[in-house]
């Protein structure tokens, strides 16, 4: 989850309808589809919500190791499916452990240079946490915490025939040029797509990713977990870099807005109202909603983007901005976003909440 990064998004509009539904991308334009990888969890489904209802054409779910460990997230992604009767998209499992770091290792690194805020999976192994209800960390990548499954257990199960990264590689040569790969949590999946294939990036659409802003700009566990995977991701050659960074700091939901919200009834508003976290802001959707509408942002730079790799350094896994003329060699120019149109955002997040598309919307998976 977390930390709005988005990579070459698409432009779209945003505009309601006499019949209460938004303004669709124009039918004659290049279908938009989607690849969507996070560390998901009972009330994660709104980014795919609001990819769907911008008219984003959602190929699969892929899972990572970011807040929790890669297995159970792939089993929040089939469980809130199946609420909510889309589980005609598929769920692929992504890589359970990072290119690197470990939780030894992290929490090595704490023990010099402090311990962060928000430790996600690699936080110390807490079971009595976990019998309250709460994902997994350290210990057992592989052991399911049932009790987290606000959302039911799935009946359902991850597809098993192919790795995330080689559906996100397969997905891009089948429609060039037409893919956005949206990341919320660690980017050890796309790090691996772009590995494994020189062509994968630059026949993406796009990279939209997504983490959580701790008390500085830098500062995420999303890259962290993975800084490696992190400096892959955002200097490989998609066509264009967007980053939303702290501006996902700038909208929170209410309470006010969860009622709203639940003024139309359905398995997913009923989630939301009820377990999505109103102290936290909008950061996964801020990504979601970017990727959907770029011009969202209303107030952006040009900069220059790397990532701290080096393990004995107090921003390992850190972000560096960079103008052109100090840009070391081997990174690549992204726009920074500052502002978002929060009106407008909430009124995306809202409509793909109250009115959920189904699988009976989705022609292309039939």
Known sequence: MYWPVSLSLICGSLLPLATGSLAQPDEQSETHYAIMDNDWYTAGFVPYLVA???????????????????????????????????SCIPVYSGATWPLINTPLRFQAWETIHGKL?????????????????????????????????????PKGRPRNSTSAANFMVEMVHKYPGQVSIYSAGSLTNVALA????????????????????????????????????????LTADFPNITIAGNVANQVFP????????????????????????????FWDETAAALMV?????????SVFLDVDTSYGSPNYGNIHV?????????????????????????????????????CADLDYLH
């Open 194 to 233: 772009v590995r494994m294939d020189p062509q994968f990036a630059s026949l993406a659409k796009d990279l939209a990713t997504g983490s959580i802003l701790l008390a500085d700009l830098q500062s995420d566990i999303n890259l962290m977990i993975d800084p490696e995977a992190s400096k892959i991701a």
């Open 117 to 153: 805020a928000w430790e996600g999976a690699f936080a110390p192994e807490n079971q009595t946490y976990e019998a309250q209800g709460n994902d997994p960390t350290s210990g057992d990548p592989n052991r399911i915490v049932k009790a987290a499954f606000k959302e039911g257990f």
């Open 52 to 86: 769907l209802d911008g008219g984003v054409k959602v190929l699969g779910l892929a899972s990572d190791t970011a807040n929790s460990w890669q297995p159970q997230a792939a089993l929040h992604a089939v469980a809130t499916l199946e609420a909510g009767n889309l």
């Open 293 to 301: 509408e770029p011009s969202l942002a209303i107030n952006q730079t």
């Open 322 to 358: 960079y103008q052109k003329a100090l840009a070391p060699d081997g990174i690549r120019e992204v726009n920074f976003v500052f502002q978002v149109d929060e009106d407008r955002l909430k009124q995306r997040i809202k409509h793909s909440l109250q009115y959920p598309k189904t």
């Open 254 to 281: 209410s309470q006010e807005f969860a009622d709203e919200v639940l003024s139309v009834p359905n398995p997913y508003s009923k989630l939301f109202h009820d377990y999505y976290d109103l102290s936290f802001p």
